[in-house]
């Protein structure tokens, strides 16, 4: 048998002599030939058989070329023993490898001896000696020699060995690289079964990982392990479950996508390979939980729940509490997709389990705590929760050492609860201090870190927090720089980019409206011209900048008039909104801020059309907000979009459009009330529209609503509050109403407080304070009409004096006053008070009829006073009658004439005053005199 098959194999050798390309030597014929031959007893003494199968291998490897160097490494092992005693009868280049190889045997040797010497005297140059040695074994063949696998292997172990003397990086960087590629090399099999080594080498390393927080030590880790599970022969499965679980590391580090890819691939095959394989189960769900929120899909979420679910019930005891952990923040992800208050609930109960079951002396325990702090944190509703949140958060920084490469990121969790603590209490204090620690979180987090953004992010949300106002322009640019820093370190494909290039434009888009309220709260026309060039420069670049630009053309439009400021406004916007179809948010924001524009333009001129497109705008940008749960938007728009509706409502009388802005107003409150956080803006535009459904209908309920909503709005203003007096003096007004329906004197009482309270208030403006004298001294006539207190009537002299002296105030106001103060103070019978009210009224008629306007205009502002110079006359001639000495009696007598002749004379003295003396004008300006008394002459001939 054996030499039937030797025969057999040296015709091959022949044929493939006489001609190389032949495939005499290759395909399965041969292969069994090959198998039989060596498979036969007493095969590896037999030289002749031996050197027959060498030389077989030799021609493969002749015939294959560059495919061939796993035939010549094993034609290599053949014939080495046969090289010694008969080296003529091989070939030159055949003897060449052989003895390369023998050379390398021995210098592998030598070196092992080297690290016998070395382990009795922990000498490194000893164990230097041997690398050496070692390296020139391995060098001796080329690196993809399969040859050289277990030259390379033991190469790797002997730079492991000296890893663990000095704990330098690179010989922990060449250990890895070394066994990754022998593993590569190794297509003979040589180094199947090792894995457990590497296994230990990759666990001891992601052990060092952990305390220096090195990618380059990650690496190591995966790459050893990626080789344990490459030469692994049992339990594939679990070695791939390792492997997994470190590639998973590499990309949380890193936020490279292919890590990632790669942690699911190799997951889902250990799964499909065992699925009841817990550790498998649990880096999938892992995986997935990660790609779901990375891709924002739900269904991804709801798989990586499943896979948890089923791990919890795979693990052994010792693992469910990583497993709870896991499925915890699964949870947590289909939370945040689609919001739903028991699934969070869910999760919140979970991590707890996920901390109950694991050894507070567990590594672990701390990060179970920090998810737990931080799903407490997203689930808070109120301030005990809040407070629980933050100081679990901080329970978690006090167990971690400032050295730990995770400590700037649970100082984070720490900011982003103290940011929920603040939107819950509105305490300030809490506010400034989660400020001050996420500064001190981003100052221990390296520039390089993948957690740069979660870090970057908790700071910025606090620094954003609450509301927009004007003195928090400065505060809103340094969120917005540290934005832009922090996307100029990270790469495009890090997980959190999407999210950061979306804050970014919140944060522009709010640092612009915080610079605009600036403006409104203190005019300055330089920085409204500032803003505006910035965002002109900005257009080309961001296109929020547009929507920037058109509410800053807006502001300055309502401060000049200047019509084309509103048309470039508008068309700014417009543009804007084309641009940022794809961007909801921002699209949004454009939408109202070019509603506001619209609505202008309709308020100066009329056009029904520009007030629909507004409210159409209103409309979408309020829909968008809805179709965003839990939007902090929508409250604002819809108030916006009530409001003008409620406009519109007002142009045609239209009850139907009323109660849509009453719907959407009332709702517009209601979420503010839900979010423990009402504008008192959006109350104040809600009791508007009541007032009106009110005078429309006269339901006396509607009186009742008007009040509590406007008790509620200046409940809810902060004393600095500049529309506060606003609020209290439509609250004085309601009441008032309340009074004249049920005639409760403690609502008129209470009304008279409130409108003192308007006066009181420093932020109250002049012409602001007229008005509100004005409806106090009503308040007051009705108070003194039902009491009869001569005290009230007192104090209703004194406001319509103060009125009458207010020159702010309109002059017709100012007259209006005088008027009611003559009247109430005749029908009192107090005719020298009459006198004096009476005259104020009349002092003010030519600035009620001024020249300036038309001829129609002066008879309708003087019409409602037709009777004050009678009512005057009258009064003073009851002073003279009741006078005892007749020459005051003349007097009286007297003005009564006078202010009956300033009452009626007021146009007749414009004529004469224009027909005066114009020598002067002639003088210094013949050609405007000439034109002037043409002008003159014409009117003469109309009037």
């Not at 014939?79 to 052989?98: D, G, M, N, S, T």
């Not at 019509?563 to 084309?578: M, P």
């Amino acid at each position: 048998m054996s030499r039937q098959l030797i025969d057999a194999l040296l015709a091959r050798v022949a044929r493939c002599e006489q001609d190389p390309a032949s495939d005499a030597v290759l395909g399965p014929a041969v292969d069994d030939e090959l198998e039989r031959l060596t498979a036969l007893p007493g095969f590896p003494q037999d030289l002749e058989a031996r050197y027959v199968v060498g030389l077989v291998l030799w021609c493969r490897c002749v015939a294959l070329g560059p495919d061939g160097e796993f035939a010549l490494s094993k034609a290599v092992d053949m014939l080495a023993p046969i090289a010694h005693q008969l080296p003529y009868a091989l070939p030159e280049e055949l003897r060449h490898w052989v003895r390369i190889r023998e050379q390398a045997v021995a210098e592998s040797v030598e070196a092992m001896q080297e690290v016998d010497r070395y382990y009795e005297s922990r000498n490194l140059e000893t164990l230097d000696r041997a690398i050496t040695l070692l390296t020139n074994a391995a060098h001796r063949l080329d690196d993809t020699r399969p040859a050289t696998a277990t030259f390379l292997f033991d190469l790797g172990n002997l730079f492991w060995i000296r890893y663990q003397h000095t704990g330098l990086p690179i010989d922990l960087s060449i250990t890895a690289d070394a066994i990754t590629k022998a593993t590569a090399a190794d297509e003979s099999g040589y180094l199947l079964g090792r894995d457990g080594l590497l296994n230990d080498q990759a666990s001891q390393v992601y052990a060092v990982w952990e305390r220096d927080g090195s990618l380059e030590t990650l690496q190591a880790a995966v790459d050893l392990q990626r080789c344990a599970f490459r030469l692994a022969t049992t339990d594939r499965p679990s070695q791939a479950a390792s492997l997994a679980y470190l590639v998973q590391m590499g990309y949380e580090r890193t936020g490279r996508r292919e890590l990632l890819d790669d942690a699911i691939a190799t997951s889902r095959w250990a799964v499909a390979q065992e699925p009841a394989n817990g550790s498998a189960l649990l880096n999938l769900a892992h995986a997935l939980t990660h790609r779901a929120r990375a891709d924002q899909d739900t269904v991804v979420a709801h798989e990586a729940v499943d896979h948890a679910r089923r791990a919890v019930g795979a693990v052994p005891a010792a693992h469910r509490g990583r497993a709870l952990q896991i499925l915890g923040n699964a949870q947590r992800v289909v939370h945040t997709l689609a919001p739903e208050p028991a699934v969070l609930a869910e999760a919140v109960e979970t991590l707890r389990q996920a901390v109950a079951e694991t050894d507070p002396e567990d590594p672990d325990h701390v990060r179970r705590l920090m998810a737990l702090a931080d799903a407490l944190r997203a689930a808070a509703s109120d301030e005990s929760e809040a407070a629980e949140a933050v100081a679990l958060a901080r329970r978690v920084v006090a167990a971690t050492t400032p050295s730990s490469p995770e400590f700037h990121v649970r100082r984070a969790v720490v900011v982003t609860a103290l940011v929920k603590q603040h939107e819950l209490t509105r305490d300030a204090a809490v506010l400034a201090e989660a400020v001050s620690e996420g500064r001190a979180a981003l100052k221990v987090t390296p520039s390089d870190s993948v957690e740069l953004p979660s870090v970057v992010r908790a700071l910025v949300r606090a620094l954003s927090s609450g509301r927009v106002t004007a003195d928090r322009s400065d505060v809103l640019q340094e969120a917005v720089d540290l934005v832009r820093d922090c996307i100029g370190r990270i790469a495009p494909s890090h997980p959190e980019a999407d999210a950061l290039a979306g804050d970014l434009a919140a944060l522009e888009a709010d640092h612009a409206d915080a610079q605009l309220l600036r403006y409104v709260e203190t005019p300055d026309d330089a920085a409204l011209d500032r803003i505006i060039a910035s965002a002109e420069a900005g257009t080309a670049a961001t296109s929020t900048a547009l929507t920037t630009l058109c509410e800053a053309l807006r502001l300055r439009f309502e401060a000049y008039s200047e019509v084309t400021d509103l048309d470039r406004s508008i068309e700014a916007g417009l543009r804007a909104i084309d641009e940022l179809t794809d961007q909801p948010e921002p699209l949004s924001r454009a939408q109202v801020a070019v509603g506001f524009s619209l609505r202008l333009r309709y308020e100066r001129t009329g056009h029904l059309a520009s007030l629909d497109d507004a409210i159409e705008l209103l409309r979408r940008s309020a829909a968008a907000a809805e179709a965003q749960p839990g939007s902090a938007f929508l409250a604002a728009r819809l108030n916006m979009l009530g409001n003008a509706r409620w406009e519109r409502s007002m142009r045609d009388q239209d009850a139907g459009l009323l109660e849509s802005a009453i719907a959407d107003l009332r709702r517009s409150v209601e979420l503010g009330s839900a979010a423990g956080a009402v504008d008192p803006g959006h109350l104040s535009n809600l009791a508007l529209a009541v007032r009106t459904q009110y005078e429309t209908t006269h339901e006396p309920a509607l009186v009742d609503e008007l009040v509590e909503i406007l008790q509620r709005a200046v409940r809810e203003s902060r004393p600095d509050n500049n529309r506060l007096p606003v609020f209290r003096s439509n609250l004085a007004i309601a009441l008032t109403d309340r009074y004249g329906r049920d005639g409760d004197l403690a609502d008129l009482d209470a009304a008279i407080a409130v409108h003192h309270e308007v006066l009181a208030a420093p932020t109250a403006g002049p012409a602001f304070r007229a008005g509100s004298r004005t409806n106090l001294a009503h308040s007051l006539v009705q108070r003194y009409r039902r009491t009869g207190d001569r005290e009230t009537l007192r104090s209703a002299f004194a406001e319509y004096r103060a009125i009458v002296g207010e020159t702010s105030h309109p002059p017709i106001g100012r007259c209006q006053a005088a008027f009611a103060w003559g009247a109430l103070a005749a029908e009192v019978q107090d005719w020298a008070e009459a006198l004096e009210a009476y005259a104020a009224a009349i002092a003010q008629l030519p600035l009620v009829a001024p020249r300036s306007l038309d001829r129609a205009d002066q008879e309708h502002g003087l019409r409602q006073f037709t009777t004050l110079g009678p009512d005057a006359a009258a009064a003073a001639l009851q002073l003279a009658d009741a006078a005892s000495d007749p020459a005051l009696a003349g007097e009286l007598r007297a003005r009564a004439v006078e202010l009956l002749d300033q009452s009626r004379g007021i146009l007749l003295t414009h004529q004469l005053e224009a027909r005066s003396d114009l020598s002067r004008l002639r003088t210094h300006a013949p050609t405007l005199a000439a034109r002037f008394e043409k002008l003159l002459a014409l009117r003469n001939e109309v009037t």
